[in-house]
């Protein structure tokens, strides 16, 4: 049976100090055959990605952290255009001359300078593969009967490192497309209101058979649900990703 990992672990802190006060966010390390992958909690659906030099952020959002003392980005990638995934003054603070943005549609008019990838493209980014993949809801709706996230606006991304395919949902049910994903080593899949619910959440993971799951986008999820029915086939991690 694989362990299911808890909010305090024995794994490193990635610390950024500020002039002011310190930053603490968890950190993960993952071997790659392109290296070692680190994954840093932001948190909700904020992350970085640190491999062989270069910076992916994801979903850079200032309400999570200050991203002014985070390391600057080689690359930026937006689900949709949300403001808990999409904040134009954090792009600001991580960016330089040569950041790749990648975003939607609908966010390309709030900002310039971004490459915009619709669902089903596939990318190559300073050397990474990346393909966006649909998120969107199905079930859930707003009082005024439309769709949380409509189909055809938001992205996930499969970003490839290496030997290792990690896969970062964004906002989205646990739709066909989801399902149909291959080769997922690491998966990042939302739990919460206007996303996933628990059964959800386990009926894709189930199906793309990720060999690490790090639920997110949790707000105040109790992610207790999840864990028994799937620690027998993949490895939970917990982590602060409200």
Same mark, same amino acid.
């Given at each position: 049976?694989r362990?299911?990992?808890?909010?305090?672990?024995f794994l490193a802190?990635f610390?950024?100090?500020?002039?002011a006060?310190a930053?603490?966010?968890?950190?993960?390390m &993952?071997?790659?055959? @392109?290296? =070692?992958?680190?994954?840093? /909690?932001?948190?909700? #659906?904020?992350?970085?990605? %640190?491999?062989?030099?270069k910076?992916?952020?994801?979903?850079?959002?200032?309400?999570?952290?200050?991203?002014?003392?985070?390391?600057?980005?080689? &690359?930026i990638?937006? @689900?949709? =255009?949300?403001?808990?995934? /999409?904040?134009?003054? #954090?792009?600001?603070?991580i %960016?330089?001359?040569?950041t790749a943005?990648?975003?939607?549609?609908?966010?390309?008019?709030?900002i310039?300078?971004?490459?915009?990838?619709?669902?089903?493209?596939?990318?190559?980014?300073?050397g990474?593969?990346?393909?966006?993949?649909? #998120?969107?809801?199905?079930?859930?709706?707003?009082p005024?009967?439309?769709?949380?996230?409509?189909?055809?606006?938001?992205?996930g991304y499969?970003?490839?490192?290496?030997?290792?395919?990690?896969?970062?949902?964004?906002?989205?049910?646990?739709?066909?497309?989801?399902?149909?994903?291959?080769g997922i080593?690491?998966?990042?899949?939302?739990?919460?209101a206007?996303?996933?619910?628990?059964?959800?959440?386990?009926?894709?993971a189930?199906?793309?058979k990720?060999?690490?799951?790090?639920?997110?986008?949790?707000?105040?999820?109790n992610?207790n649900p999840?864990?028994?029915?799937?620690?027998?086939?993949?490895?939970v991690?917990?982590?602060?990703?409200q």
């Amino acid at each position: 049976m694989r362990r299911v990992i808890l909010l305090v672990n024995f794994l490193a802190v990635f610390l950024f100090l500020t002039s002011a006060s310190a930053q603490v966010f968890e950190t993960d390390m &993952i071997k790659t055959s @392109a290296g =070692d992958l680190q994954i840093t /909690f932001i948190g909700h #659906a904020s992350l970085i990605f %640190s491999i062989g030099g270069k910076v992916i952020h994801v979903d850079p959002v200032g309400r999570y952290a200050d991203y002014a003392n985070l390391p600057k980005a080689d &690359i930026i990638l937006v @689900a949709h =255009d949300h403001s808990d995934h /999409f904040d134009s003054k #954090a792009i600001g603070a991580i %960016s330089t001359d040569k950041t790749a943005l990648v975003l939607t549609q609908t966010c390309a008019p709030q900002i310039q300078g971004g490459v915009v990838m619709n669902n089903g493209d596939v990318k190559t980014i300073e050397g990474f593969k990346i393909e966006a993949v649909p #998120a969107y809801n199905i079930v859930k709706k707003r009082p005024d009967g439309n769709l949380f996230h409509p189909k055809g606006i938001g992205n996930g991304y499969v970003i490839t490192f290496g030997d290792k395919r990690v896969f970062i949902a964004g906002d989205t049910e646990n739709v066909p497309e989801i399902k149909e994903l291959k080769g997922i080593d690491i998966a990042f899949l939302p739990m919460n209101a206007p996303t996933m619910t628990p059964e959800m959440l386990i009926d894709a993971a189930k199906a793309i058979k990720p060999k690490i799951l790090y639920p997110y986008h949790l707000s105040d999820s109790n992610t207790n649900p999840i864990i028994h029915p799937l620690i027998n086939d993949m490895e939970v991690r917990i982590r602060k990703m409200q």
